[in-house]
């Protein structure tokens, strides 16, 4: 495997990342190290979550480390196959609370519109992962139209979140309509889109893309860096171009097990953030969807790293613990310790029933 293949003016074309992806396990044969049991594990992964990463991000790859945090983010994993049959394909309730295809409503006032099922990296922890098994598909304009009307029937939508998959995947023109759609609803304030594209594939950060986000200010712009490795010249350059635009660059983190979860590595990866001006926004608590098990922190334990970032670092880059819960129940907070002296820890703790159920034992769910 040679990640690098290519000129450099090809490695810097993000048409050229996107069609050299690694999709196949034969792709990763040099990472495997001639074990052919791990090829093996590969293929009965891919067989029903399916992998693909841009030559970029897989060169952030340290191929001696088997436990590498970029690695493990973007490799299959025999684990995710552990519970197949306790794990939830759909833990935020999401399907529950589609308006038309592609629009969810779990706020009084936004909505999450799926522009598209495809991503540049199809990262292991993704809650969205029953989207995979559908194959990639390319949305008819009819779609997006019965989205755009759904918003303009519903008065009380005051913000859109843009998402997917990767919505920057999309052809410019397409999101240019799309977002000039929405934002031609009088009652549409605020367009918000959400990408992880300036960590696996930042040329796709260009001026074209930049210049037709720009039209559409407000616009907030979130992003998912989880390892301080990911902040490279070229992820700091792709954010530079949004924020120089006027574009708001925030981060949403997930709390990984054996990628983030220990102070150093957060803190690194917090105040790397700050220097290139993406604000730290918040660290998720990993969802317990099906295939991600392997990824998920004890929730105390997140709730103690925090509480020892809070007595040292600066409150500028750090972001909110929070658990994502379903429905309409939205984000809790899992303040730091110093704050919950006198809580009991049973009342924000959520965890699986043999049937993939959460138990709903936090105030907010009575």
Known sequence: MNVLSGSAAERMDWRWQYGNRLSRPEHLAELAGGNSNLLDEWRRVAQIYPFAITPYYASLIDPTDRDDPIRRQCLPDIRELSDIHTGQDDPLEEDLHTMVPGLIRRYPDRCLTLATNRCAVYCRHCNRKRF????????????????????????????????????????AATLDWFLGSMTAIPHVEILRVGSRIPVVMPM????????????YRPLWFNTQFNHPREITPEAAQACDLLLTAGIPVSNQAVLLRGVNDDPETLGELFYGLQRISVRPYYL?????????????????????????????????CLPRFVLDAPGEHGKIPLQHFSMQREVDMREVEISLTENGKYIKTHPLFQ
């Open 132 to 171: 995979w098994m559908q194959g990639s598909r390319r949305f008819s304009r009819a779609y997006f139209q019965e989205m755009i009307d759904q918003v303009a029937q519903n008065p009380f939508l005051r913000e859109v979140i843009v998402s997917g998959g990767d919505p920057l995947l999309l052809p």
């Open 204 to 215: 796709r950060i260009n001026k074209e893309l930049v210049a037709v986000l720009k039209k």
């Open 284 to 316: 998720f608590s990993c969802d317990p969807v099906k295939g991600v098990d392997h990824f998920r922190v004890d929730i105390r334990h997140g709730m103690e790293m925090m509480e020892q970032l809070w007595q040292r670092a600066s409150g500028l």
